[in-house]
């Protein structure tokens, strides 16, 4: 079956602009969670919908946020980029509620803010 | 914030001998699972090890899990080229019932020399 889909692979913007990005999770999986992932930071945890609902948010500015589709796809958008937000943004999707068997991650949207 | 700590931060081994990475982390957990990355691309599930578990075996790879100390060792045995990438172990903790929120050590970069 498909794995999961983050578009666009790479993406270049500009500081102030705006930036959404894509994740379509496996077939059947209602779980969707977002990371950052920077050299200095290490990988990061930002967000994670299931259900269309906002169930657990790290510890982010609110220029960050998401939202999670009906399909089970979520998208994340940045507002007022900054230089610092120069990232891979990675997302992953569980179908597991209760206990985590793992889980299955994107190959991630390369953001470079300039 | 990072909860996982692996040690070494580098590892280089020729092809065949055994990789071992450790990990420490900080709170009291669910599951503690290893994830694989190759150069900045999307993260791998190796394994999953539960909380009330001590040992897990996948193919190549053994997992212990000391949570007494709070720390986990991976053991990559017969170690080919193909195992060069970055090591990551991430634990779930339970905080308050949510789920979704891996917390990522800083990894291992393990180079396997042909």
């Known amino acids: 079956k498909a794995g999961v889909t983050q578009t666009p692979r790479y993406l270049i913007k500009t500081r102030g602009q705006q930036v959404t990005l894509s994740c379509s999770p496996i077939s059947g999986h209602r779980s969707v969670s977002w990371y950052q992932q920077t050299p200095g930071q290490g990988l990061q945890f930002l967000f994670e919908y299931f259900s269309e609902t906002q169930r657990n948010k790290g510890n982010f500015p609110g220029r960050f946020s998401g939202r999670q589709f009906s399909n089970s796809r979520s998208e994340m958008n940045v507002s007022t980029l900054e230089l610092g937000d120069s990232a891979l943004y990675l997302c992953?999707?569980?179908?597991?509620?209760?206990?985590?068997?793992?889980?299955?991650f994107g190959s991630g949207t390369r953001l470079t803010v300039v | 914030s990072q909860q996982g700590e692996e040690d070494p931060q580098a590892l280089s081994i020729q092809e065949g001998e055994n990789a071992t990475m450790n990990c420490s982390y900080k709170?009291?957990?669910?599951?503690l699972q290893w994830y694989r990355q190759n150069s900045g691309r999307g993260l791998v599930h190796l394994i999953l090890?539960?909380?009330?578990?001590r040992e897990k075996h996948s193919g190549r790879l053994r997992v212990t899990l000391d949570t007494s100390k709070k720390s986990s060792s991976l053991l990559i045995t017969a170690s080919r080229a193909a195992d060069t990438a970055s090591y990551f172990c991430a634990t779930d903790a339970n905080y308050g019932g949510s789920q979704g929120n891996l917390i990522f050590g800083k990894g291992t970069k393990l180079s396997v020399k042909p």
């Open positions: 090890i539960r909380s009330n578990e």
């Open positions: 709170t009291s957990i669910n599951n």
């Open positions: 992953a999707s569980s179908g597991m509620t209760g206990a985590v068997i793992g889980y299955t």
